[in-house]
């Protein structure tokens, strides 16, 4: 995970970060607390993406960091730009939180789907097979068509995205 590689950089430069290190370890906290507490990103407020106080100070003295050799100056760089990238996961995260799925093609394919369900049904003789065999298909299609709303959402209903690595990558730092 790259918060665990963040606080590892941060270990290597060296005891001048011990409090940015607490600040990462705090703030990697709340941010797990407040993504799962949401439980449905969809009605994020545009808070989401305001930075925290912690996380404002954890920027400034990143940024603020003075190497005075080759190797801190490598793992400074390293560790900017793995700042970098935690936020812009971040931001995709709250970004990609609405519906993904659009009304008129969700329209279009159940549409779609049901004429395909009706024409096999033009030449067959009702009967209980064909009944059942329809009743499967049409179960599965709706098993297909739930995981896809499922999938859309992933930190709601039924089949979430768990929290516990994330709790798990807090323990080591």
């Not at 925290?52 to 560790?79: H, K």
């Not at 935690?86 to 093609?105: D, E, V």
Request: net charge neutral; proline share 5%.
């Amino acid at each position: 995970m790259n918060i665990i590689v963040l606080d590892q950089l941060l270990a290597q430069y060296g005891p001048e970060t011990r409090t940015l290190r607490e600040l990462l370890r705090r703030g990697t906290a709340s941010m797990v607390d407040k993504i799962w507490s949401e439980r449905d990103l969809a009605t994020a407020t545009t808070t989401a993406f305001a930075m925290s106080a912690d996380a404002e100070a954890f920027l400034a003295r990143a940024e603020g960091l003075v190497p005075t050799t080759d190797v801190q100056r490598s793992i400074r760089t390293r560790i900017i730009a793995s700042i970098t990238d935690l936020a812009q996961t971040r931001l995709s995260l709250y970004a990609q939180a609405g519906n993904s799925i659009p009304l008129p093609f969700l329209v279009l394919l159940v549409f779609w789907l049901a004429m395909i369900f009706a024409s096999f049904s033009l030449f067959v003789q009702p009967n209980p097979i064909v009944i059942v065999s329809f009743f499967i298909c049409a179960v599965s299609v709706s098993g297909g068509l739930f995981l896809i709303f499922e999938l859309d959402r992933p930190f709601s209903g039924l089949m979430t995205i768990s929290d516990s690595p994330l709790r798990h990558a807090l323990a080591p730092l």
